[in-house]
């Protein structure tokens, strides 16, 4: 599995992590596939994909308690796990409260990265920024970022953030490369920040001219479309954190870590 890594620290990711989105429940606890998703998450790790992805909005926080229940059956050390603070949380005691019930959910003393799931409605960069370096200060994460966030608001986040900011978490894909087409990605790189890419794997009609290039591709390579969609986000210089539950996506996932795309592959991948 390739490792990237994070931001200007000592830390190496693995390129493709598992993302939790849907897992327990989304906007609200779904209680009834909590075991696939428990055993999905401890054969992730096996797999190598120890970078676990989560928020305390998914499942209504029910996602972060099954993330728990994987680690009890997981060498803890083993795994990097980044969970996501509500934007209506960032208040430096809304922030505590939402901190702790993220750690007892999660049955751990602290998380490896915390990000704030979006930019805030109410409160300034300045001040987000503020509570989250406060968390940092207290013990509670090793490190800090951001998601969903723009050039101009990243921008803004390093300038008042007194500590690193490793990470920002956005969509990106072979079909919505907007993080690329606004300079994001670029400016990530510039200012050693690693852009974290959800959703990598875009819905796609079969016969979309996006689809029949990435089996094009596969097909020399001996994969599989997604596999090369996971691929070229990695050739991009992302982490990714694709969510799966079953044991054959699970694998064909982990796979994707592996797969090199040449700079033919890409522009093939890329032209109109």
Request: glycine share 6%; charged share 30%; proline share 3%.
């Amino acid at each position: 599995m390739k490792k990237i890594q994070l931001g200007n620290t000592s830390e190496f990711l693995p390129a493709i992590g598992i993302g939790t989105w849907g897992m327990g429940g989304k906007f609200e606890a779904d209680y009834s596939k909590d075991q696939e998703a428990i055993e999905a998450l401890v054969k992730a790790v096996d797999l190598g994909m120890t970078h676990i992805d989560t928020a305390e909005y998914y499942g209504a926080g029910h996602t972060e308690e099954i993330v728990g229940k994987a680690l009890k059956k997981i060498e803890v050390k083993k795994v990097f796990i980044t969970s996501k603070i509500w934007p209506d949380h960032l208040r430096l005691k809304d922030a505590i409260n939402s901190i702790e019930a993220t750690l007892k959910r999660l049955g751990t003393d602290h998380v490896d990265l915390y990000l704030v799931h979006w930019p805030s409605s109410e409160l300034t960069i300045e001040e987000t920024m503020e509570t989250m370096n406060e968390l940092l200060k207290r013990g509670y994460t090793r490190y800090i970022g951001v998601s969903n966030f723009s050039v101009n608001q990243l921008k803004e986040a390093i300038r008042f953030s007194k500590a690193p900011v490793v990470c920002n978490q956005v969509r990106f894909n072979i079909q919505d490369r907007a993080a690329e087409e606004s300079g994001l990605l670029d400016f990530c790189v510039e200012n050693h920040v690693t852009l974290t890419a959800y959703s990598p794997l875009n819905r796609m009609d079969f016969d979309s001219p996006t689809r029949r290039k990435l089996e094009e591709v596969a097909r020399h390579k001996n994969a599989t479309w997604t596999q090369i969609a996971l691929a070229w986000v990695v050739k991009k210089g992302a982490l990714t954190i694709p969510k799966a539950t079953s044991r054959e996506h699970l694998e064909e996932n982990a796979k994707a870590g592996d797969l090199e795309l040449s700079n033919e592959d890409m522009e093939y991948l890329e032209s109109k």
